[in-house]
């Protein structure tokens, strides 16, 4: 019988142990198969810092290197100029890139450096246990915002990839989800091109990905991803945000 799914080699053959309805799982295969299809395997270099992030380095059956808190991108940095022919990615949370990340963040982007990130936007820190990170949406209950976050008090939620989008370093950004197969797909394309675009040199990449923590959000997990679609992605739209062509003008 011929096989027309398997395992991707990039992929480690354990399974997840990731909370149920969690959708990191997701994004690591995505990563693991465009790796495949893009003949990667023996030059990918992932680094991922402090966080439910962390845990990629058992998934992906690549070289892998972890960073401080927040640092990835610096780390990113130093690997690709080392080795610049090597396909070179972070795999970052929100809490992590948009927070204590944020310096290191955005001067690769205004640098171009040629590094992809793959940033998990679940509106919360997840593994410190639930409180409220840069994207939490106003009215978002967390840990450290039980009556939902307020804007006067704790700030407006910050959007990633519309700050690095006016930086002329920056060559692809995009916001996807994979909170149905549709997005799923479209996710998946999107990681690609971001690899592709690193790896003709163009600049600094990244790829949004918006993903559910129903442990955190304190939902099921099909609730999690009607959350999800009904309240992150309108204050989040997906799409690309910029592409080479604008680069080049």
């Known amino acids: 019988m011929k096989k027309v799914f398997t395992r991707p080699k990039a992929l480690a053959d354990i399974p997840f142990h990731y909370c149920p309805g969690c959708t990191h799982g997701i994004v690591h295969r995505l990563v693991a198969e465009v790796i495949d299809e893009m003949g990667m395997y023996e030059r990918a270099l992932g680094v991922a810092p402090v966080g439910c992030s962390v845990f990629i380095y058992n998934y992906l059956d690549i070289d892998m290197y972890q960073a401080a808190h927040g640092r990835a991108p610096a780390v990113g940095t130093g690997i690709k100029r080392v080795l610049p022919d090597r396909l070179v990615f972070t795999y970052q949370g929100d809490g992590d890139a948009a927070a204590i990340g944020t310096g290191e963040l955005v001067h690769a982007a205004a640098r171009g450096e040629k590094i992809t990130v793959i940033f998990i936007n679940n509106a919360v820190y997840a593994m410190t246990g639930g409180q409220m990170a840069p994207t ?105 945000y910029k592409t080479p062509a604008e680069v080049n003008g």
């Open 136 to 240: 939490t949406l106003l009215g978002q209950k967390t840990t450290t915002t039980p009556f939902g976050r307020e804007g006067e008090i704790n700030g407006l939620p910050v959007k990633v990839c519309e700050m690095l989008a006016p930086l002329d370093g920056s060559a692809y950004l995009a916001r996807v989800s994979v909170h149905n197969p549709k997005n799923v797909n479209a996710a998946k394309k999107a990681i690609r091109k971001a690899f592709e675009v690193q790896m003709r040199g163009d600049g600094f990449t990244m790829v949004e990905v918006l993903s559910s923590c129903p442990t955190n959000w304190g939902l099921s997990p099909l609730e999690a991803l009607k959350w999800l679609e009904e309240k992150m992605i309108p204050y989040y739209p997906l799409g690309e």
